[in-house]
């Protein structure tokens, strides 16, 4: 497995642009299941779980033709709708195809999504939903098998103990594209990758009002067509970036900066002293210039992860990190996923002073932190991890780096081109830059269960 080797201390500088979102482009390469005609896509990011979902609509018969700027879907045999475990263990986000292959075939098994690093994750919202348009679902061999010979409007509430869910109002605002006569969806999720499969639907001749709202309504048509759709910049890399600058006080400038989206953290930034500043006053703010600047001490806040539009628990492992070298105590609850803190022994391991009560962190600021051998099990852990990295004094070696494929392109990449000192090392090369047990001091040997 490969890991990244970071040299702290450079402060970044110099402009970088936004890539597509990765949970916006992940529900509209599903989308494609529900139409024959061709849909071609701009800015799908190339990452490993958009590599495994695209492998998983080949299976279900899509053919896919990729270039470096565009992605060309159509389905050309509808024969087989099932999404089988070996995909779907590799990506919870498999489980999108649901509704989409229900809609349009009929049928739909998918391989019921296990929990994940960070906790339970349930999908029970999804199939109460699907069940209220009319799906008769049952679970076989751990598959989800759903049949309906034609899904009926309804009108259905989406709330769950900890808000709406994102992919679970993805697959029911998609199968009830397809469905007779009128879904209204109650407690829908506001993220605006919601929004964005909504504006591809629509444009692929879907009747869809108030996404973006709590309140989505869905006039069922017979079918959907092909189109172009230009995905939408990715709001995390984007905060995660704007969060790197901050953690090495550097000044960067970032293009397609999703500042609309963002405002929740943008709030959050500006009470640390991080200042995101918009470039042009007349852009379009979904994806506009920003510059970063920060001030000299940082400040402690108290932040509460939410859903849209408050402040997204995909950035608070980042934001934790920042949070290390404020001066004075910040605390963070996890209102989502409230096991999500798999960053925090890891934090602790570069010097980081945390104390954990359940789902809230406190963080007591510390002038610096140190390089260390770390690792994370999730996406986000890691990126936390990378950006304690560039800060700290010292190298710091993270490893696992095939979490941050999965949401990052080519991290490494934008990193270096803002000054930063950091490699990737091959997975055979690893080890050569790990401490031996000889050589690390004893107060620093990592403990394991027996
Ligand atoms: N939940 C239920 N029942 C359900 C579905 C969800 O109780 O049927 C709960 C979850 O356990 C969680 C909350 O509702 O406590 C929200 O979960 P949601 O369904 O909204 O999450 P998701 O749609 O599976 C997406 C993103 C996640 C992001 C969450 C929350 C994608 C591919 N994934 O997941 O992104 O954290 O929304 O915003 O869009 C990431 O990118 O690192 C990532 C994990």
Redesign the pocket.
Known sequence: MDAFRIQGGHRLAGTISVDGS???A??LLAATLLTDEVVSFNGIPHLS?ISNMLTLLKELGCHVNETETETTLQVEDCSNAHARYDIVRTM??S??VLGPLLAKRGIAKVSMPGG?S???????????GLEALGARIELDGGDIIAHADKLLGATIFLG???????????NVMSAATLAEGTTIIESA?C?P?IVDLANLLNEMGAKISGAGTPRITIEGVDQLGGTTYEVMPDR?VAGTWAIAAAMTNGVIKIDRFPLNQLLAVRDVLEHVGVHINQLNNDEDTNACSVQIETDRVLKPVIFTTQ??PGF???LQAQMMALLCLARGNSIITEK???ERFMHVPELSRMGARLVRQGATVVVQGVDNLVGAPVMAS???ASASLVLAGLAAEGETIVSRVYHLD??YVKMEETLKSLGANIERLASAHVDDFLPTVETVPQNQVIQTDS
């Not at 994750?121 to 199939?127: A, Q, T, W």
């Not at 769950?160 to 993805?170: C, K, M, N, Q, R």
């Open positions: 990765k949970n916006a992940l529900p779980d919870r986000a489980v999108c994940c960070f906790g339970d994750r349930p999908i029970d919202l999804h199939l109460r769950g103990p900890f808000g709406s869910t994102v992919l679970g109002t993805a999720a993220e990758e995390i859903p849209f997204p628990t995909d989502i996923y409230p999730d996406l986000r999965r949401g």
